[in-house]
């Protein structure tokens, strides 16, 4: 009897122990800490991570009005490797530049326009520009064109102005209006407690203003 109990507690000993290593090596196998960065990111609609759109642009008519004709002709260094903008210049690796503004797309006669650059509509204005000078390929997909693009809005402005002034001289746009700031909005609060009564009437006659001196 005595060894009989005796193989039957050795037994229960012997589970409980199995039972004991068991859960220790599975808590080291399947370890379940909180993880070092909780949750994941999410790519927005324009690639950026979590936050907002991209700012909006200033319109190309607002921008020229501000533009530097000499600051554009110093961004056309990074164009000049391809292309001439002189009176009668040669043709390079792109058509030129002279006079181009307004013209329709690939004018330059005997120039290899791609495919795709000819079959753009239209003519190049000055937002035609604006868009092609931010991304060739956005533009035109599939245009020969290698170039990146320029993403400051201001420098593509001052680069158009100066292609403008380049044998085209078009007028430029009329600015737009800043758009309308919703009544009360744009106005502080008005302070507490009485405002200022209105000064007065005198019974002195104002002197007649000035007429406007010439020119």
Not at 81 to 92: E, R, Y
């Amino acid at each position: 009897m005595d060894n009989r109990m005796n193989t039957i507690a050795g037994w229960v000993l012997f589970g409980c122990a199995s039972a004991l290593g068991l859960s220790i090596a599975s808590g080291m196998i399947y370890h379940s800490g909180a993880p070092e960065k909780e949750g994941y990111p999410v790519e927005s609609a324009d690639g950026a991570e979590g936050g907002g759109g991209a700012a909006a642009v200033e319109p190309i008519a607002n921008r020229l009005a501000k533009a530097d004709v000499a600051k554009g002709q110093a961004s056309f260094a990074k164009c000049a490797a391809c292309h001439t903008i002189t009176s009668g210049g040669a043709n390079g690796v792109g058509p030129n530049l002279w006079a181009s503004m307004g013209k329709a797309h690939g004018h330059v006669a005997g120039f290899a326009y791609s495919e795709a650059l000819k079959a753009v509509p239209g003519n190049w204005t000055f937002e035609a520009m604006d868009e092609w000078l931010a991304s060739p390929r956005k533009y035109a997909a599939g245009t020969k064109m290698t170039f990146a693009g320029l993403s400051d809005p201001q420098e593509r402005a001052n680069v158009i102005a100066y292609l403008n002034a380049q044998g085209s001289n078009l007028p430029l746009p009329a600015a737009e209006a800043a758009p309308a700031v919703a009544e009360g909005e744009g106005n502080a609060a008005a302070p507490a407690g009485n405002t200022a009564a209105p000064a007065e009437p005198t019974n002195a006659t104002a002197p007649a203003a000035e007429a406007p001196k010439g020119h």
